[in-house]
């Protein structure tokens, strides 16, 4: 089974910049779907955003939309969440999630996930 470990959160000022990392060891994510969800605190996990790897299509959650992109090395097995003109309900736990079928969004039930990354954005 893929490992995932997500990387890059922190603490960040309302209107600053943080890049996300999900590093995928063990299978190779060229057939995988990849997303990034988040949970907030009383909140359910939704996705973020997801790419097809060999694709390299994306799909946005409105609410990010502009101001999120992520991306993916190939070569390095890693996807990116890279955010920016971050918000403070911006703030939760982002987790990485890859769904073998490699299409979509990755589908909860299926998908590898991380353990998760902090990301806290201030007022």
């Known amino acids: 089974q893929v490992q995932l470990v997500e990387s890059g959160g922190g603490l960040v000022q309302a209107g600053g910049s943080l890049r996300l990392s999900c590093a995928a060891s063990?299978?190779?994510?060229?057939?995988?779907?990849v997303g990034w969800f988040r949970q907030a605190p009383g909140k359910e996990r939704a996705i973020v955003a997801a790419i097809n790897w060999s694709g390299g299509t994306t799909v946005y959650a409105d609410s990010v939309k502009g101001r999120f992109t992520i991306s993916r090395d190939n070569a390095k097995n890693t996807v990116y969440l890279q955010m920016n003109s971050l918000k403070p309900e911006d703030t939760a736990v982002y987790y990485c999630?890859?769904?073998?079928?490699?299409?979509?969004?990755?589908?909860?039930?299926?998908?590898?996930w991380g353990r998760g990354t902090q990301v806290t954005v201030s007022s």
């Open positions: 063990g299978r190779t994510l060229s057939s995988y779907a």
């Open positions: 999630a890859a769904d073998p079928t490699g299409w979509g969004i990755p589908r909860v039930a299926i998908s590898s």
